[in-house]
């Protein structure tokens, strides 16, 4: 539960998210984290798309799915008919007290709306308008349709994500959502620190994931090696990649020559450090595949958390290659605070737990303090708080205004 004293850098600053599914409300998610007060709008009637997704088919149904609660705790809800003149007002007498405006839809469909930013930045001249799309606001696919796994495509990810049998492959979570969330908020919050307030960002997943790609497509720009699969293996050094041990892999990262003189030493394979084939970083590159195959004759021997715990001990990186539910149950994660917990959520049948952001501010996690709402569920004391009547209220719900 969040205290007087959990951090909250962002607090004061009024968000509203108009986005849906995940990059845009993983980038709210970020901000509201951060103690920014995030307001979503939803549709009226069916509210975000991830409210219908997820793993548990029950709560899928009941507009409370999984993929929706991994990412809007925190946030107040609020449906609007955005294609209703009464519910275009209301966004814009939301927008005169916000300082930030979140959307992900396809570029032009604000304009169309008549809520565009050149429309918004004449009610609130310091509001900072973030758009995320697939591609960005102009160039020649601009238009089209933008889902993760299409941005992975078109990126390049999946043709050097698996091994020369099975690449392409696709990274196994939404890697293109999420950079270009967290792109978005890092970009928000940049822009609330301008000494000049208000500005239009427009994000594009696709350059955000292709910015993260620094040493691949560095080394096709720079040094005209075109990026391959490479599968477990580091192309950057060796040993360095996944190796076999008796109940499963291991990651060892032998990058500096003390690394990889250690780890000989240790698995009792001094003799290979006086072979030819291994005596340089190249040499030891160009003959990995013959390296790794003579440290599993020993690797293969013992469990990779127990090598694990040794080469760690003595300067070789290394960590065993776990699932998800080892990883959230390893005391790193669980003594961390990571993890929130609500016992009770509207529309939920058992206690939800959700991950919070990868920081400490002073030793403190910061958290939310709500769990993630129903649809609509702000919806009346919101618009009392803009100065509607219980009547007027009323009447913009028998009409499908709200």
Same mark, same amino acid.
């Given at each position: ?46 509210? /975000? ?17 999984? %993929? ?10 609020? &449906? ?12 814009? #007498? ?5 300082? =930030?405006?979140?959307? @992900?839809?396809? $570029? ?9 930013? /050149? ?25 089209? $349709? ?5 941005? +992975? ?5 999946? %043709?050097?994500?698996? /091994? ?5 492959? #696709? ?25 000049? !307030? ?9 350059? &955000? =994931? ?7 497509? &560095? ?7 075109? $990026? ?11 040993? %360095?990649?996944?190796? +076999? ?19 000989? !030493? ?15 970083? *190249?040499? !030891? ?19 990779? #958390? ?28 669980? @003594? ?15 206690? =939800? ?8 501010? @002073? ?9 993630? $709402?129903?649809?609509? #569920? ?11 009547? %219980? /009547? ?6 028998? *009409?499908?205004?709200?």
């Amino acid at each position: 539960m969040a205290t007087d004293t959990t951090p909250e850098p962002l607090k004061g600053v009024r968000v509203l998210d108009l986005t849906n599914v995940l990059a845009g409300p993983f980038a709210c998610n970020q901000l509201v984290h951060l103690g920014a007060e995030v307001v979503k709008i939803e549709a009226v009637g069916r509210g /975000d798309l991830a409210r219908n997704l997820g793993a548990d088919p029950d709560l899928s149904a009941a507009g409370m799915g999984i %993929s929706f609660l991994a990412q809007n705790a925190g946030k107040a809800s609020i &449906s609007l008919n955005l294609k209703d003149a009464r519910g275009k007002d209301i966004l814009k #007498r939301l927008v005169q007290g916000a300082d =930030v405006l979140v959307e @992900n839809y396809r $570029p032009g469909v604000m304009d169309r709306l008549e809520i565009g930013y /050149d429309t918004l930045k004449t009610v609130n001249p310091n509001l900072i308008y973030c758009a995320i799309s697939g591609f960005g606001q102009n160039g020649p696919w601009a238009d089209r $349709p933008a889902y993760d796994q299409i941005i +992975q495509g078109v990126s390049g990810v999946m %043709s050097i994500t698996g /091994d020369a049998e099975s690449a392409p492959l #696709r990274v196994g979570y939404p890697l293109a959502d999420t950079i270009g969330g967290l792109t978005a908020a890092m970009s928000i919050c940049a822009a609330l620190n301008a000494e000049n !307030r208000g500005a239009f960002i427009d994000i594009s997943m696709l350059e &955000s =994931v292709l910015a993260t790609m620094g040493w691949v497509v &560095s080394n096709h720009l720079v040094g005209g090696v075109a $990026p391959t699969p490479q599968g477990n293996e580091n192309p950057t050094s060796a040993p %360095s990649g996944a190796f +076999q041990c008796a109940d499963g892999l291991i990651n060892i990262a032998a990058n500096k020559d003390e690394q990889w003189i250690a780890l000989a !030493r240790h698995l009792g394979r001094a003799e290979l450090l006086d072979q030819a084939a291994f005596a340089t970083r *190249e040499d !030891r590159k160009a003959n990995r595949l013959r390296l790794k195959a003579e440290l599993e004759t020993v690797l293969t021997t013992r469990p990779a #958390r127990k090598w694990a715990e040794e080469l760690n001990a003595i300067g070789v990186p290394a960590g065993a290659v776990m699932s998800v539910p080892e990883a959230l149950d390893h005391p790193q994660i669980a @003594n961390r605070d990571f993890i929130k917990r609500f016992n009770k959520v509207p529309g939920v049948d058992r206690p =939800v737990d959700i991950v919070s952001i990868g920081a400490l501010f @002073n030793g403190q996690r910061p958290t939310v303090k709500t769990p993630p $709402p129903e649809l609509g #569920r702000d919806t009346p004391t919101i618009l009392a708080s803009l100065g509607y009547t %219980s /009547d007027t209220i009323e009447t913009l719900r028998k *009409e499908g205004v709200i």
